[in-house]
């Protein structure tokens, strides 16, 4: 099936930092996501970004569908930004696949 | 428009129990998809319903199983738990499938015992 790697794994900030968050996946996809899991355990949609550019107010994404990857951009971050971001596919399998997530910590 | 809702939000079981878990689907939406989330395996994909029939499976054995009722609401079971069996569970939905956006709820978080 198709293999979706994120990175970093772990990355820790100051308030007021910006950071890019990485996807890259092994085969075409139909579908691509990115989700913010929130300490309850709740996955809070970010992006349905199959390819091209989106914002969102401090948050934006860019998939190069071609180039079988994705990045997820945070700027300016708060400490409410903090979790874990994961990154989602769906391939020809028709399987939505996560990859293993990047762990964000922001400090005050 | 209301979320996905899922229920119970909490269980706690023995081994050898069964289980089953509830999930509603954002009105409209037909596609109901369950994952499996440890912090050994991550999230997990384990099968996926449209109009009351499985059009999907993940590499679960057969003690998992689904299904959708025609209100699109859809339920798990577990049965013969096991110790590994304890993790986050979670259902999204979408319009018509993984081609679609999915949305997720807020899960259910099986302890096993």
């Known amino acids: 099936g198709i293999q979706v790697e994120q990175s970093p794994p772990d990355l820790i900030l100051q308030e007021g930092a910006n950071s890019t968050l990485r996807c890259n996946f092994s085969?075409?996809?139909?579908?691509l996501q990115w989700f913010h899991q929130n300490p309850w355990g709740q996955l809070i949609n970010l992006f349905y970004i199959p390819s091209g550019t989106k914002q969102n107010g401090r948050l934006s994404a860019t998939t190069v569908a071609t180039e079988r990857y994705s990045l997820l951009y945070i700027s300016s971050s708060q400490t409410t930004d903090s979790g874990v971001y994961f990154c989602a596919v769906v391939g020809s399998n028709y399987k939505l696949t996560f990859g293993k997530g990047t762990l964000l910590t922001v400090n005050p | 428009k209301a979320g996905v809702t899922q229920t119970p939000r909490y269980l706690i079981k023995t081994r050898g129990q069964q289980v089953t878990l509830s999930c509603s689907p954002i009105s409209g939406h037909r596609s109901v998809s369950w994952y499996q989330q440890t912090p050994g395996q991550g999230l997990q994909f384990l099968f996926e319903?449209?109009?009351?029939?499985?059009?999907n499976k993940g590499n679960f054995p057969g003690r998992f199983s689904g299904r959708q009722f025609s209100n699109s609401r859809s339920e798990m079971n577990v049965s013969t738990l096991e110790l590994g069996d304890s993790a986050l569970y979670l259902c999204?939905?979408?319009?018509?499938?993984?081609?679609?956006?999915?949305?997720f709820g807020p899960g259910t978080r099986l302890t096993v015992l």
């Open positions: 319903y449209f109009s009351e029939t499985q059009r």
């Open positions: 999204a939905s979408s319009l018509a499938g993984y081609y679609n956006e999915q949305f």
């Open positions: 085969d075409s996809v139909n579908n």
